[in-house]
Each structure stands twice: as C-alpha cells, then as structure tokens.
Nanobody, 117 residues
C-alpha cells in the first residue's frame, strides 16, 4: 500500500538545473527518513543524499556536495532534490527511498535524468 512516485526528470544541458519531486502515500511520511539514490548505465546504484524525518539532518555523496540540496515538506508528504551545476556524470535514473523507524524500506519507480549538450 505504501507508494513513492518520482517526477521532474528530463533532459538538461551541462551547467543547468533540475528539481526532482517524490510524493509519498500509504504510510506515516513524517516518521520516515528519506533518501535519493541513482543508477547510471553500467554502474551500481549509489546513494546521493539523505534527510532525517524532521528535516534537520542531511548527508550527501562527495560527488554532489555543494551542487545538490535535499529538502522535505512533511505537510505535503513530499521530498525534493534540487540539482544545480549539472554534469554529464549525473546522468542516471534517480530513485526515492523511505526508511521507517524499524528500518523498513520503500522505493519509488525512478525518474530519468539526462545531462547532455
């Protein structure tokens, strides 16, 4: 019954910006930590950013630190990933993940981000 739906992906030029959204339903969103992961062609899925349930603690992969920002709006049951200064290496399918107090995980279906000139 739990569901995560990503949106906002697309084609963007190097140096451009994009904002991804993840809408949650079917569980108590405000009790769950959230994260964004990505998987590029031929590579393993990797962690991009995480945020705790209250939104006060964030963590980022070294490769995106200073360029990406994760934030959430618990009133809207949504988490976002603001991506700036995009590089071709950021091209991947981006996935939203929820982690509950008992370490149970829910995953979204993914949204494609392509950075190309």
């Amino acid at each position: 019954q739990a569901q995560l739906v990503e949106s906002g992906g697309g084609l963007v030029q190097p140096g451009g910006s994009l904002r991804l959204s993840c809408a949650a339903s079917g569980f108590t969103f405000s009790s769950y930590a959230m994260g964004w992961y990505r998987q590029a062609p031929g590579k393993e899925r990797e962690l991009v950013a995480t945020i705790n349930s209250a939104g006060g603690i964030t963590n980022y992969a070294v490769s995106v630190k200073g360029r990406f920002t994760i934030f959430r709006d618990n009133a809207k049951n949504s988490v976002y990933l603001q991506m700036n200064s995009l590089k071709s290496e950021d091209t991947a399918v981006y996935y939203c993940k929820a982690r509950g107090p008992m370490r149970n995980d829910y995953w979204g279906q993914g949204t494609q981000v392509t950075v190309s000139s």
